[in-house]
């Protein structure tokens, strides 16, 4: 389906259709409930593919086309845009178009009363987009077993709280924070992200392995966390990486550390995010799969 103005052509390909860089105006368009979904899931992990966006809401519908067709005529209706980042990578033109919000969108959102006061990701945009498919996938994933995903913004307003903690002079912010509910039954996490971009020993006042490993041990020991963000249940410390082998140096390190953190810290590897990155399939690993801790102990997100 074309949405593309007669006197726009020069944008359009050799065959006239839209590309990355422009799309017709399409006016008089209102998201419907599903499209909806598709807005409050951006707002709430950040950028979204469309491989993403289709999951969301297969159980309500299951063709892949419509979803395609839909989601560009909502970037035609100017509530979706293409950052360009993701244009930053080999064979860009083979990859699915990944979406996020537009100041319409948000005030469609907001003004329709079903808005959040999201906690977006944070960071370079690359790793912004890993870290929104991370949560997107446990997220979705998560809601097709029954299980609740709680957001980060639901976990700060029980005190009012920051999403940065202090600790010591420093400040520990995590790239992001959610919990799941299976039912009355609940599980707090906090969630770092890595592509190999940070230093891995140094201790100085910056965000490296050895510096995040002995902040999150205070964090843990201390009980910091329950008295920041007022959290009952026990924190678990899941780390995402690009690359077994600095996941492999990472639990090396939390081995070496003595405390409680050992036993509080999880991880896997992903795959689609090192330097050639694409926008990956669902990471149904995250949820299905057991993470990994020290001394091989490991751990299910499917079951409290």
């Known amino acids: 389906m074309m949405y593309m103005p007669k006197d726009k052509l020069n944008h359009t390909d050799a065959l006239g259709r839209n590309t990355f860089q422009h799309i017709g105006k399409l006016d008089g368009v209102k998201p419907t409930p599903r499209e909806r979904r598709w807005l409050k899931h ?49 064979h860009a033109n083979f990859n699915s ?10 005030d469609h959102l907001f003004e329709t009363g079903v808005g959040e ?48 903690v202090p600790i010591n002079g ?4 995590p790239d992001q924070l959610f919990a799941l509910d299976y039912g009355g039954s609940y599980r707090a996490f906090v969630l770092e992200v890595d592509r190999g971009t ?11 392995y050895m510096n995040s490993i002995l902040l999150y041990r205070r964090l843990i020991e201390q009980n910091i966390y329950r008295s920041h963000y007022g959290l009952t249940a026990n924190l678990i410390v899941l780390w995402t990486f690009s690359s077994r082998r600095n996941q492999m140096k990472f639990l090396k390190m ?49 079951y409290p």
Not at 119 to 139: E, F, K, L, N
């Open 198 to 208: 940070e230093p891995k020993t140094t201790t100085q006042l910056r965000k490296s």
């Open 254 to 302: 939390v081995g070496q550390t003595s405390g409680g953190l050992q036993r509080s810290v999880f991880t896997q590897t992903v795959s689609g995010f090192d330097h050639n990155w694409r926008p990956p399939n669902m990471l149904t690993e995250l949820f299905q799969n057991l993470w990994t801790g020290v001394d091989g102990a490991q751990f299910s997100a499917k």
């Open 170 to 173: 420093q400040k520990l912010v």
């Open 117 to 164: 006061p999201s906690v977006r990701p944070h960071g370079h945009w690359v790793h912004q987009y890993m870290t929104a498919c991370v949560t997107s996938s446990i997220d979705i994933l998560a809601a097709q077993s029954g299980v609740r995903y709680i957001p980060t913004h639901e976990i700060l307003a029980i005190k009012n709280s920051s999403f940065a």
């Open 97 to 106: 178009y990944i979406y996020d919000l537009t100041k319409r969108a948000e």
């Open 42 to 90: 951006i707002e709430r992990h950040g950028p979204q593919s469309s491989i993403y966006l289709h999951a969301l809401t297969s159980d309500t519908h299951s063709c892949k086309d419509t979803s395609l067709r839909q989601l560009q005529k909502l970037r035609a209706a100017g509530f979706l845009r293409l950052p360009p980042q993701q244009r930053a990578t080999e």
